[in-house]
């Protein structure tokens, strides 16, 4: 199992000097994704800051951008940064795609899975030389001229991760993507008995195993070096969780744990703006099972324990920072193999 760092910054010309300190701590992968900056302006100042550590979108918006787009940004990110470029796409939620890009909503995961196919297609009629050619219900691609073509490149195979939460966008995944990212939103419980067998019926489909698909969880910690900290730490993510809860989307997550009722009134709550009273429907029990809390080294020993044998690769749902207790935290996590 790989441990990875996520990037946040509020300067996305941070993103070099950051990637550059979480290739020196030795993490596996630095995620950048899609919040307030575009990841894609970031992604190529970590590449150029770094030789060794991957560096992905975790994850990086589909459908505000044409598959085209996805793969002209790709490509060339992949061959700045030597091979080491893993593209990680989401779907997002209805009302940001409609509401806040103008773009039209259309049945999630055939979308998603249209994508996929047709970056793919883009990538390989560059590599081969063969005429682009994709036809689907949501893209049809039949235009590469010479002039418009980058050409092919030493490493022209980029794994495509995408974002999956509910079953079936984690079965479109399982059938055409080379990894799932899952939602911090989760607990182990919900990824044993519901992403990985999703997952696995996708791979299925498309004659693989679930162990071809990667599985990348983003983790709530609560943690720091002293209690303060970790107390302090706790409270955030019980708003963000509260704020997550809210979305229709992560009910069937709340639902396994007899929490559908907590979704309802965090989703009336939000409805009315009432943001203050919300982390107040977010237990103590809830926590426990959403959110790994403790010192630098009880979180590294912790994301172990929980999670080895579960998915492939974990990160903390927290931005890379200056403070040691990252490299705490990795010697816990692998001194534990």
Not at 45 to 63: Q, S, Y
Not at 223 to 240: K, L
Not at 267 to 276: A, C, F, I, P, Q
Not at 299 to 318: C, N, P, S, T, W
Request: with cysteine.
């Amino acid at each position: 199992m790989r441990i990875d760092a996520e990037l946040m910054v509020e300067n996305p010309g941070d993103a070099g000097d950051v990637a550059s300190r979480v290739e020196q701590v030795g993490f596996d992968c630095l995620w950048i994704n899609e919040t307030k900056h575009d990841p894609f302006v970031q992604l190529p100042l970590a590449a150029m800051a770094t030789k060794k550590v991957k560096v992905g979108t975790a994850i990086a918006l589909a459908f505000t951008r044409s598959p085209t787009a996805l793969a002209y940004t790709a490509w060339d990110i992949q061959r700045a940064s030597s091979g080491r470029l893993i593209l990680g796409l989401g779907s997002q939620v209805r009302g940001h795609i409609e509401r806040r890009f103008g773009v039209r909503w259309e049945a999630p995961a055939a979308k998603m899975r249209e994508v996929v196919m047709a970056v793919r297609a883009v990538w390989h009629s560059w590599q081969s030389g063969d005429p682009l050619l994709f036809e689907g219900k949501f893209f049809k691609l039949s235009l590469m001229t010479p002039f418009f073509s980058p050409g092919p490149i030493r490493y022209p195979t980029i794994p495509i991760y995408v974002a999956g939460v509910n079953r079936l966008m984690c079965r479109t995944a399982g059938e055409v993507a080379d990894g799932v990212h899952i939602h911090p939103l989760h607990t182990v419980r919900y990824i044993r008995e519901s992403v990985r067998p999703a997952v696995e019926a996708g791979a299925r489909k498309s004659g693989r195993r679930l162990s071809d698909v990667e599985l990348a969880a983003s983790v709530f910690a609560a943690t720091g070096s002293t209690r303060e900290q970790i107390s302090q730490a706790r409270e955030a993510h019980r708003a963000q969780v509260a704020f997550y809860a809210s979305t229709r989307t992560y009910r069937p997550l709340m639902e396994m744990h007899g929490w559908g009722d907590i979704c309802d009134r965090l989703r009336d709550l939000s409805l009315n703006g009432e943001w203050r009273k919300m982390p107040g429907e977010v237990t103590d029990d809830m926590l426990s099972e959403l959110v790994i809390e403790g010192r630098w080294e009880e979180v590294g020993l912790e994301l172990r324990r929980r999670y080895a044998g579960l998915v492939d690769r974990v990160r903390l749902y927290r931005p890379f920072d200056a403070d040691r207790g990252w490299e705490v935290l990795l010697a816990a996590f692998r001194g534990g193999r």
